[in-house]
């Protein structure tokens, strides 16, 4: 199915060359037009502004401009009537006769409906989660795994092969830690007095791993290194991770190590690489605070490896390897996205938290001194949640065990309440996760108000399947305006995704969906088909719309990662 939007704006195109053509609009190279749906009642189905954005170019008033423009329009079946409204906005009525045919168009795509071509042999990589296995997913954690599956979806349905990766480090100062912590605990099980080391990890399900290894090893391991515990702990908590993740219906392609990057030279590469073109430079401190040096030198403080990020615009340079010989964080996250790249991806979008802002564009700066598009990684931030239960709120600490995991939430409320709560507000905005509100059984909450419009398609068809009845050879012609209004909302779907997908805001179909549900909810009771009043070939028709409505209802809970339930 074709976007309106972009029918609407051809349409426009075609006019303004023709009043160009006939000399009633002097020659100028057309801006861009914004067709949008109408957001007031009696002002047509879409409205564009284009008038009033041509007055300076064309030298006239934009109302003169609309006038000129509407005059050349062509003839067109989708289109009803077209009007000028105030200064000069151009506003258009759909046809309902091209209305009620949208029905059997959106039956015929069923599950691909509105599958766009804008990323047709495109390959988009998204990388999410990337939480290090040290505890089990939390509440904050998780938002960005549903911002990002939700993305996912959406370049999906715009036409992009998509490959969804999970990055993370299985070494380090953290997983030193819990392999430490693991220790102390199965040293515990094994009746030793042993402290939990200091900064050590205090979550109750480490306990329930050392009884696990005490079973599995007795004491075996009394003298094994805090190695051989880290490696357990990883493997069961990635195993952990993993179930959690698909009880939300989240299922990676790809698991990335980064360790990986400086096993096989990658990250000793990009160094070299950026060393040769220029950007690397050894020193005690950045190059514009000379002065620092010398007192740096007499101190005996030992160089570090700078980038000269400076050079392609940053606010300042920044260090790649430290003085102590360690690579900071900003190289190997340099070589994992050169490696991503070489990947042959057309676009990659991280999902990070609200802090990384400026890390990532560092990364962009290294990509493009490395001699790569940088304008090929997007990057959505996500502020972190916070958790309401009982009216107050919860601070979650994954070393201290203090938490409220996913796990436990899919338990109290349901996966699907889940991905809606945290998909329904723009991801660098602050939220407040309520339980209380998420678990209510009411059209208060926004889940189960979208969820019941599928229901009640699906009931009806039952009901009519039940009693024989069907909508063979239905005349689309008999519905009324109340079907139409919906219909209307379901047509935006398209423009929805293209949005969502070209801005990076995945949330936007979270926002459509309730829309939606509020354009259905209200005519559902006077728009009845299995009544002694209803003509037969009324209900026919009406059959027909709520297959149809079910089928927008369910593509739309299937791109926010939810079920389409049929029954509540």
Known sequence: MKLLPHLHTQLIIQAIHAAQTAGDLPA?????????????????????PIAMGLSKLAGKKPRDIAETIVKYLPATDFIDKVEIAGPGFINFTLNPAYLKQQVDAILNENDALFTLDIGAGKRAQVEFVSANPTGPLTVGRSRGGIVGDTMARLLEAAGFAVEREYYFNNAGNQMMMLGKSLQARYLQALGQTVDLPEGGYQGEYLVEFAQELVAEKSDGLANADWQTFKDYAEKKMFAWIKRTLARVDIHHDVFFNEDSLLHNGSVEGVLEALKTNGYVYTSVERENAAETHQEKRATGTKPAVWFRSTALGDSEDRVLVKSDGIPTYTLPDIAYHKNKLDRGFDLLINILGADHGTQYKVVQYGVQALGMDPSKIQVILNQMVRFIKDGEFVKGSTRRGVFETLDDLIEETSADAIRYH??????????DFDLDAVVKQSNDNPVYYIQNAHVRCCGILREAEARGFNDHEADL??????????????????????????????????FYAHEMASAFHPIYDRVRVLHTEVPEDVAKARLRFYRAAQVCF?????????????RM
Do not use: C, W
């Not at 945290?422 to 939220?431: C, D, G, I, P, V």
């Not at 209307?488 to 979270?510: C, D, M, N, T, W």
């Open 554 to 566: 369910r593509r739309v809970l299937r791109l926010m990662g939810m079920t389409a339930p049929e």
């Open 422 to 431: 945290l998909l329904a507000r723009s991801a660098n905005s602050q939220m």
């Open 477 to 510: 012609s008999l519905l009324g305006e109340d079907e139409l209004s919906f219909i209307r909302k379901a047509l935006e779907l398209g423009e929805v995704i293209e949005i969502a997908v070209s801005q990076y805001e995945p949330h936007r179909i979270a």
């Open 28 to 48: 100028f190279e057309i801006p861009v037009i914004s067709v949008k749906p109408s957001d007031k009642a009696g002002q047509g189905d879409y409205a564009s």
